[in-house]
T-cell receptor, first 109, second 111 residues
Framework: DAKTTQPPSMDCAEGRAANLPCNHSTISGNEYVYWYRQIHSQGPQYIIH???NNETNEMASLIITEDRKSSTLILPHATLRDTAVYYCIVVMGAQKLVFGQGTRLTINP | DAGVTQSPTHLIKTRGQQVTLRCSPK?????VSWYQQALGQGPQFIFQYYEEEERQRGNFPDRFSGHQFPNYSSELNVNALLLGDSALYLC??????????FGPGTRLTVT
């Protein structure tokens, strides 16, 4: 599975859009980009995934660059409850998720 | 719609003992994966069960074993517990190999 690189931490003001970047320059053609988040001591929560097209659901939007070497998770109107560790994972299917260190996102009031 | 459930929530065991953790998948899911999360680290993949067989395994010793039942629920067994086995054990379910949904985890403490 391709390796991902994420900033260790980010801050965002409540009500603003939170944009979390992820680099995955070695991604292969049949690998998907998945995003999960983990609020302290809880199980990871699935957010969104995509292959090459941009995706949007009720939680977030996923923007994947045309060359697929990077992506951005967008939380459009961040709230305090969005404070969590966000994991970007590249995987073929969802058989074996390999979690890195993720990005610790802090939403400030 | 019940999500993934795990039992027990917390567990304290002594070195050398054996432990069994249980997981019930989300309704409609047929695949169960297990992960170990040490404090301050991301979850690490242990193994995955589909059609009652272990399909994939991570880099964990044979002390870690599992089982999937016909109703798709699953157990994780760990023998000869070590202090280093103290962790949050997470179960995730999915329909085949689509997105995985995680349970709340079982916190295992080995003393």
């Amino acid at each position: 599975d391709a390796k991902t690189t994420q900033p260790p931490s980010m801050d965002c003001a409540e009500g603003r859009a939170a944009n979390l970047p992820c680099n995955h320059s070695t991604i292969s053609g049949n690998e998907y980009v998945y995003w999960y988040r983990q609020i302290h001591s809880q199980g990871p929560q699935y957010i969104i995934h995509g292959l090459k097209n941009n995706e949007t659901n009720e939680m977030a939007s996923l923007i994947i660059t045309e060359d697929r070497k990077s992506s951005t998770l967008i939380l459009p109107h961040a709230t305090l409850r969005d404070t969590a560790v966000y994991y970007c994972i590249v995987v073929m299917g969802a058989q074996k998720l390999v979690f890195g260190q993720g990005t610790r996102l802090t939403i400030n009031p | 719609d019940a999500g993934v459930t795990q039992s027990p929530t917390h567990l304290i065991k002594t070195r050398g003992q054996q432990v069994t953790l249980r997981c019930s998948p989300k309704s409609g899911h047929d695949t169960v994966s297990w992960y170990q999360q040490a404090l301050g680290q991301g979850p690490q993949f242990i193994f995955q069960y589909y059609e009652e067989e272990e399909r994939q395994r991570g880099n964990f010793p044979d002390r870690f074993s599992g089982h999937q039942f016909p109703n798709y629920s699953s157990e994780l067994n760990v023998n000869a517990l070590l202090l280093g086995d103290s962790a949050l054990y997470l179960c995730a379910s999915s329909l085949r190999f689509y997105e995985q949904y995680f349970g709340p985890g079982t916190r295992l403490t080995v003393t």
